[in-house]
Structure formats: C-alpha cells, structure tokens
C-alpha cells in the first residue's frame, strides 16, 4: 500500500512563509511526477505545482509562480512546497499526488494516482 502524507501545514499572517512536506512510503511504486493541489471551501480542487522526478523540472499555476517553489529529495522519497508571500486567498486544504503523468497533464488531478490526506493552510490578514 502507498501512503502520501503530508506535514507543515498551519496558520501564518498574510505575508508568512510555510513549507510543506510530503513523504512517499509503503511499496515501491512507479511516479515520474508528484504535484500539489489545493481546495478551499465551496471551491474545486485546483492545480498549484507540480515536479518531474527524474529531471526536477517544475510547473506552477499561475496564481503562486514568483512565490511558491517546488523541490524534491529523491533519497527520502518526498517532495516539498516553499510558499513564500502568503495570502489569504492562499487559505486550503493542501494535497500531494503522485503517479505516471503525461508532461501535458501535469495539471490534471484526475491523472494521478495517489493521493495525501490533505494539511490544512490558513492565511490571516
């Protein structure tokens, strides 16, 4: 069985820095890319970045590029976001996928296969 889970979630004032983690256990499995995605209440889960695993390329949405980054410690099987500049509409439940993602939809919740139990992130202004 494969567990994602997910730590370093919290509340900060808008204008904080938090880092989540995310650690890959449980039985081998294949993944060439690990993402974050977020929801928040009354909305749908969106897209917030993603890491190819073998190269460390990474995309963002838009709405973090400049402040979030995306990292990998291939070794310890764990992926991290850096969230820098926080803003209230940054407030969700954080989760992280993994699984064999085509790059042209790295984007797309649907196309992974495992999944963390979420980290709450609250931003106050």
């Known amino acids: 069985q494969v567990q994602l889970v997910e730590s370093g979630g919290g509340l900060v004032q808008a204008g904080g820095s938090l880092r989540l983690s995310c650690a890959a256990s449980?039985?081998?499995?294949?993944?060439?890319?690990m993402g974050w995605f977020r929801q928040a209440p009354g909305k749908e889960r969106e897209f917030v970045a993603a890491i190819m695993w073998s190269t460390s390329n990474s995309v963002y949405a838009d709405s973090v590029k400049g402040r979030f980054t995306i990292s990998r410690h291939s070794a310890a099987n764990t992926v991290y976001l850096q969230m820098n500049s926080l803003k209230p509409e940054d407030t969700a439940v954080y989760y992280c996928?993994?699984?064999?993602?085509?790059?042209?939809?790295?984007?797309?919740?649907?196309?992974?296969?495992?999944w963390g139990q979420g980290t709450q992130v609250t931003v106050s202004s």
């Open positions: 449980g039985r081998t499995f294949s993944k060439n890319a």
């Open positions: 996928a993994a699984g064999i993602i085509p790059i042209g939809a790295i984007g797309v919740g649907g196309r992974y296969d495992y």
